[in-house]
């Protein structure tokens, strides 16, 4: 350690916060986006407005029987995001073809599959002797998308999110909101807020900030919990 007087840019315990925030920074994160919804619900123009990029420019659009036809696939998009000096690494992960089937039984399988190969392969990574440039593919959340023009969630809505539940932070979206009237947006969110709740489904839940933060990052933490639990809703059009 440095004693009195000495430069104060030494390498110690005391500093070790500082380094690794310094670290991260430099290097930069790594996100991993997955997007998962029946093909209409506006899952792309969510993704570009969220990140002011057309991650889909060359995405063929298919037609109704093709989407019918299609198998559930799993297709990346990467995109390298700054802002104010903080690089992010961004990975798109959609899912075309999922719920678009007459017959969707087991059709989450394939993502799910997706899912648990990149946790088995960052823990490969992280076992061997190599780990400096290990590559973080692991879906940190999903965004699902449900349809507006129902009454609560669907079997394979539901199916879904418990597949993914002990996985993935799954946060579940009213797709097209903004075909709805306000009171048909509050019936439709009190149902599958219940239905969540009768199904036993795990969605993202804001965690609690510590108990030594200051009372304005507490009220931004209570706000965003009210947010969450009165669930998201998405209101732009695909």
Known sequence: MAEDGEDKDYVGFATLP???????????????????G????????????????DLHK????????????QTVEITKHTVDIEEKGVKLKLTIVDTPGFGDAVNNTECWKTITDYVDQQFEQYFRDESGL???NIQDNRVHCCLYFIPPFGHGLRPVDVEFMKALQEKV???PLISKADCLTPAEIRRMKDRVREEIEQFGIKVYQFPDCDSDEDEEFKQQDRELKARNTRLALHCTKD
């Open 169 to 171: 932070s799954i946060v």
């Open 130 to 132: 190599n780990r400096k």
């Open 58 to 69: 060359d995405r063929k659009l298919l037609n109704a029987e093709e989407r019918i036809s």
């Open 38 to 53: 029946e093909s209409g619900l506006g899952k792309s123009t969510l993704v570009n407005s969220l990140f002011l990029t």
């Open 18 to 36: 500082n380094q690794v925030h310094r670290k991260s920074v430099k290097k930069g994160f790594d996100f991993t986006l997955m997007v998962a």
